[in-house]
């Protein structure tokens, strides 16, 4: 059976962070789905289709890899992929508790899915999608910690 994963998250924008993760779990799955959360009580930057265009514009090699939006419970969007593991990445100690819980309630739902934690990269661990857009509407620079073509888009969006 292949093992497929769901990477979910905002990715409002997509980072070096989200993207190192890519690579790494790239190796230990068939498939992974990058699930753009679409959450409407959420309030995002970019809307949806955005962020997913985003994504795929800044993946060298997608082989493998599929990206879409999804609403509604990350389980029961992971049981119509037909996916049993769900990837999650760890920062800070609170990205812990949050995880933990999340953790905890996603196995209430549905035991037979599997949710895998990767630690973040040194040079990536207070990167956050939310430091990135401060940063650049301030006007500043962020070198290495997003790819040009999200730069570019953040800019647009600023100005
Ligand atoms: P969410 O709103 O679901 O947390 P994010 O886009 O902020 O969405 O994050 C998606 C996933 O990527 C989360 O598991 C998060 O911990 C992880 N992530 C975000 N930034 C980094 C980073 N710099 N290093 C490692 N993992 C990260």
């Known amino acids: ?18 993207l190192d993760i890519i690579k790494r779990i790239k190796f230990l799955f068939d498939k992974i789905v ?4 679409d959450n409407p009580l959420k309030s ?6 955005e962020r997913v265009e985003m994504i795929k514009e800044v993946l060298n090699d997608s082989s493998g890899i599929e990206v879409e939006s999804f609403r509604g419970l990350l389980v029961r969007y992971a049981e119509k992929r037909g996916a049993r593991f769900i990837v999650r ?4 100690l609170s990205d812990f508790e949050y995880e933990f819980q999340m953790d905890l309630m996603n196995r209430k739902l549905n035991p037979q899915i599997e949710t895998v934690y990767l630690m973040t990269r040194q040079s990536y661990s207070y990167l956050s999608s939310s430091i990135i857009k401060e940063i650049i509407k301030l006007g500043g620079d962020t070198p290495s910690l997003i790819p040009d073509s999200v730069k570019k ?6 100005n």
Not at 1 to 18: L, R, V
């Open 1 to 18: 059976m292949a093992k497929i994963a769901i990477y979910p998250g905002s990715f409002d924008p997509i980072t070096n962070g989200h």
């Open 89 to 92: 990445g760890l920062r800070a």
């Open 44 to 49: 995002f930057l970019f809307t949806a289709s």
């Open 153 to 158: 888009r953040l800019q647009e969006k600023f």
């Open 34 to 37: 990058i699930a753009v959360n």
